[in-house]
């Protein structure tokens, strides 16, 4: 059970302290002299001590009886020396098959540094500096960056709590720009794997990193996704001249329904004089204006005809809802081609539009044509992968219970969302056969 190669248990007890207690020694009996290579003889034993992964619910620390050899020629400035194994590094307080589990875990499931210590039975700082040097090693690996077509970036506030700003100082930056990869397999599937996060949310910050890499790793990028943010924009033209920048699908109807939210709130301090009360007509369906047409039932859209024709005398807050259902129309298209077209036709007639709100909508749209309508020529290239990236980010922030060290928060965030979680796979029922 104990399954280590070139090693065998000689004895297992149960300490008081709970844990279990292996004695452990190697098989080798005749070792050369690392220097010389006479063979070596026998010079005593010591005790190793390190924990290994836990077994029977129980913390395992090894006993390893490590023995000592000394080198029998007496020219050779080699006197004494012990033996080595992987699986216990010289001077290690862990087997290296605890840190990878500790590493795995940390990488596949939703836990922390301080439980894995708990069931390791050391302390917090054996297993982060352990992790430490484990994660780094296996994010040094360039095979990381192979492969990347499609990239995509966000920002998020990795310590909320922070107010102030000092740009030579990482954990000083409230803001963290997160670049990940979005490529699709062969067959369609998408797999986001957070490549690298850099302390600001500006331009400047993705840029750098980009000018950071390989020749190849940037030839290799085909598309960028982005938000409407033009720090993002001006990096990618800067950086990847050869990447077709794509805005965000998602982004862009959040845009609409902003616009729906401002028409509606104006609106209300016109007809009333003050913000929406419980009562108010506009205010009850401030949920329903963000819905789309096409989900909401008959009783809904009843409500929502009564309360606009209540409250809506100027009819702005009715053509703002329009606007915005036409706007999420562009990704609800049966085909590309239809999309392009209402698309083009969104965008040509929102500047014009006599409500300001939604006028400024189209002026944005106007200014992003072309990251807009490249959605429909990278066969839907979004940011949603990165959303998604986000949400691993800040389940880690949670357990973790928020971070000091932006050291830490990197390497732990980088191993939490590094694509290579194990997925549910669901049983595919047999297609059902022809009755004789």
């Not at 050369?32 to 034993?45: K, M, S, Y």
């Not at 095979?143 to 499609?150: D, E, S």
């Not at 996060?197 to 020749?215: D, E, I, K």
């Not at 965008?347 to 490249?374: D, F, K, N, Y």
Request: proline content about 6%.
């Amino acid at each position: 059970m104990f399954g280590v190669p070139g090693m065998h248990v000689l004895a297992v007890e149960r300490a008081s302290d709970g844990r279990l207690r292996l004695s452990v020694e190697t098989d080798a009996t005749t070792v050369g002299c690392p220097t010389c290579g006479v063979l070596a003889v026998g010079h005593g034993r010591r005790a190793h001590l390190a924990h290994d992964v836990p077994c029977l619910g129980a913390p395992v620390l090894l006993v390893w009886r490590k023995r000592v050899w000394r080198c029998a020629e007496p020219a050779c400035p080699t006197g004494t020396f012990g033996e080595t194994h992987p699986l216990i590094e010289p001077r290690a307080k862990l087997t290296s098959r605890a840190i990878d589990w500790a590493v795995d875990a940390l990488s596949w499931d939703d836990t922390s540094v301080s439980a894995l210590a708990r069931h390791l039975g050391v302390d917090w700082h054996t297993v982060m500096d352990a992790v430490r040097a484990e994660a780094e090693r296996r994010l040094a690996d360039p095979a990381r960056l192979t492969g990347v077509r499609t990239l995509g970036v966000d920002e998020h506030i990795w310590r909320p709590g922070l107010h102030q700003h000092t740009r030579d100082r990482p954990d000083r930056q409230r803001a963290v720009t997160s670049i990940v990869d979005l490529t699709r397999d062969a067959h369609g599937q998408m797999r986001a794997k957070l490549l690298d996060v850099v302390p600001g949310r500006s331009g400047a910050a993705y840029a750098g990193w980009l000018a950071g890499q390989p020749a190849d790793f940037i030839a290799g990028i085909q598309h960028a996704a982005l938000d409407p943010f033009r720090g993002y924009a001006n990096a990618i033209r800067d950086e990847l001249p050869d990447a077709v920048p794509v805005l965000d699908a998602f982004h862009v109807v959040r845009l609409g329904t902003q616009v729906v939210d401002e028409v509606r709130r104006r609106v209300q301090q016109d007809t009333l004089g003050r913000r929406g009360h419980k009562g108010d007509p506009l205010y009850r369906i401030r949920g329903l204006l963000r819905h789309g047409a096409e989900n909401l039932t008959p009783r809904q859209l009843a409500r929502l005809d009564a309360c606009l024709a209540a409250g809506d005398p100027t009819w702005e807050v009715s053509i703002a809802w329009q606007a915005y259902q036409r706007l999420r129309a562009i990704y609800h298209a049966p085909s590309a081609e239809a999309g392009r077209r209402i698309a083009e036709q969104v965008i040509a007639t929102l500047p014009s539009c006599p409500i300001p709100e939604v006028a400024r909508l189209g002026r944005t749209l106007r200014a992003w044509r072309t990251q807009v309508l490249a959605y429909f020529d990278t066969g839907g290239v979004s940011n949603g992968g990165t959303e998604a990236v986000n949400g691993i980010i800040e389940k880690t922030r949670r357990i973790a219970h928020g971070f000091r060290n932006f050291t830490n928060y990197r390497l732990r965030i980088l191993l939490a969302a590094s694509g290579t979680r194990p997925y549910r796979q669901h049983a595919v029922a047999a297609p059902p056969t022809a009755q004789a």
